[in-house]
């Protein structure tokens, strides 16, 4: 996996290949290194500069920054990578994921809002994220102030993800450092930029897509007339998402963008199980199959065996269970379940169950 | 058409002739005195008892009373009968109004909420009334305490209609007296029951179908769940006309009936823009001819002097506004012109014009 890797992050990184570019490289050429060794002639081609693409050495020290930061990727249509958010046009090629990678199969729904909001609306929004959880979903949103912040500490306890603007060892605000290592620890949280980048307001609006798409619905909890977390209201609802909005009176200038939205469609709701039983539609495609955007035949058995070594822990999980969430087939899982079990790795319990023999 | 008047009262008020079916008889047979003639036949065709039919002598001495008051009476499908409540399969088949009765001819919306609304909420629909009627529409209300007097009130320079579940007498609750005698002086009060009648809960949703029935659209102020108000809303929807709701934080248990009501499909309104963009579909209906329910060759001479005497005052006005407002035919309504001229009661101005010689 290390090359395919090292391959799709120079593609990433190299200026002038976007997220729909990296794509569009990808279906026509049907590998990174394929790719990356049709660049400078379709460049060329095109009439243009032969592009600066991103150095091996710089993709190799941003790989092992991210190791060193007990951080993992995920690479688009493959393994863990959200379902939902590989649907996006723009979806991002890689994330950089630090924290408990299970709550990628959960079912997902972003709480979004001010970060001014007001004392009853972050009130709000953290029972709303607490009951959310009850209900088995997980809670996801940007590590803002406000709303979002209000959203993390409600899931806290059952799952929750912070998408982060910056590098996923940024914090942002300073004043969050201490709720983002609570999610390292007990959540998840993801960046698209590489370590250490400080974000810059152009970031927010691609944080603002990887929560929109990797929900089932975003609820938006009092929000600004033109503010980011209406951004986000359109992306989900340009991605077919649910877009729930949490009421106001009109006496009241901060429920005026949800006000607006619930005028523009989005569906009013007032408490969790009104957002339950507006996602529960969705249920089935978060763990449908993985989207067919990248062919999945590109998955070797290098790849097979990280994607299952990521999924494993010290607790048994039903090999099925492996099979379904790493998108890979039954007899690659079986064959990287095997190299382990060679290595000492592994260990098989009743019921067809397996863990990791801890370090 | 005192003759008319006195058949069509006497069928009204007899027990077991609801709106519905006083509107089929008037189908079935054409005129109200060939209907009251049939009853009998009918009852006992049907193998029922002949029904008690209220008496002339009653009719008489209702209809003194109502003059006495100084109101006057509106029946269905003539005149000034409200176009829209026209449509209603249980319109009433007779109103008693008394006040301005040229605020008949103006779209009306209704404006309902809790009798126990929030100060802010009542402060909210009397700014909202205010509002409407700048923008040229009738606010149309019950006359109960909390939000419907606080829309009576802040509509009640532009022209106000209050219908009330009892008598067009009768002052329910006591305080709101003064409140329904501002009405007879620079508004309008409407009244389906007898004069004197104290008001029974029974009445509530007859006078509730009235308001929804006669306006474009409800507005829905703060409204508990399973309240009067959102029984009329239900009404509105029936009709097929705009449901409009103010909601509130889902932290305010007021807010319930309205978020409710959103939830269900009723537009959410902010203010009186968006009720006005809402409404303005329907404005054409309000103007548009006398809705086909009841022929109109019924109304004869008598009758297009009556209504055409209604509509005129000392202020003068185009001979097309009264073709127009009256229902009747042009003919009809230049023939009863032609007959208060020769009595000496009419004054012609420039530009086909005319009011009535005060007396």
Redesign the interface.
């Given at each position: 996996m290390i090359e395919d890797l090292v391959d799709r992050l120079r593609l990433v990184r190299s200026p002038g290949i976007g997220p729909v570019t990296y794509r569009q490289l990808i279906a026509r050429f049907g590998t990174p290194d394929a790719a990356l060794a049709a660049v400078p002639d379709l460049a060329r081609r095109g009439g243009g500069k032969v592009p600066a693409l991103r150095s091996r050495d710089d993709a190799e020290r941003e790989i092992a920054k991210v190791e060193k930061l007990g951080a993992k990727w995920l690479a688009l249509g493959q393994g863990l990578y959200p379902r939902l958010l590989a649907e996006l046009e723009d979806a991002p090629p890689l994330l950089i994921v630090k924290g408990d990678l299970k709550l990628l199969d959960k079912q997902a729904v972003a709480i979004v809002g001010a970060r001014n909001a007001s004392a009853?609306a972050c009130r709000?929004a953290r029972g709303l994220a607490h009951d959310l959880g009850q209900n088995d979903l997980a809670v996801v949103s940007g590590l803002a102030r406000g709303i979002d912040s209000a959203a993390h500490d409600g899931a806290l306890e059952t799952g929750t993800v912070g998408v982060v603007a910056g590098g996923v060892d940024v914090f942002y605000p300073p004043e969050n450092e201490r709720r983002q290592k609570a999610l390292y620890e007990r959540g998840l949280v993801i960046a698209e930029m590489p370590p250490g980048t400080e974000p810059r307001a152009r970031h927010f609006p691609y944080r603002n897509r990887i929560i929109a798409g990797m929900a089932s619905g975003t609820v938006v909890v009092e929000a600004a007339p033109r503010s980011g977390s209406l951004i986000t209201a359109r992306l989900a609802a340009e991605a077919g998402r649910e877009v729930l909005a949490?009421?106001?009176?009109?006496?009241?200038p901060r429920?005026?963008g949800c006000?607006q939205l619930?005028?523009d469609g989005a569906?009013?709701?007032?408490?969790a199980a009104?957002v339950v039983e507006a996602l529960r539609p969705m249920q089935s495609l978060v763990r449908s199959e993985p989207t067919p955007y990248e062919p999945f035949e590109h998955m070797n058995g290098d790849d097979a065996l990280n994607v299952v070594e990521e999924l494993l822990g010290p607790s048994p999980v039903p090999v099925d269970e492996i099979i379904r969430l790493s998108g890979a087939s039954a007899g690659a899982v079986q064959m990287a379940l095997l190299e382990l079990d060679l290595a000492g790795r592994l260990e098989r319990h009743a019921g067809n169950k397996v863990s990791l023999v801890s370090a």
């Open positions: 009853a709000f949490v009421p106001g009176s009109p006496l009241d429920a005026q006000n619930i005028r569906t009013l709701i007032q408490d009104e």
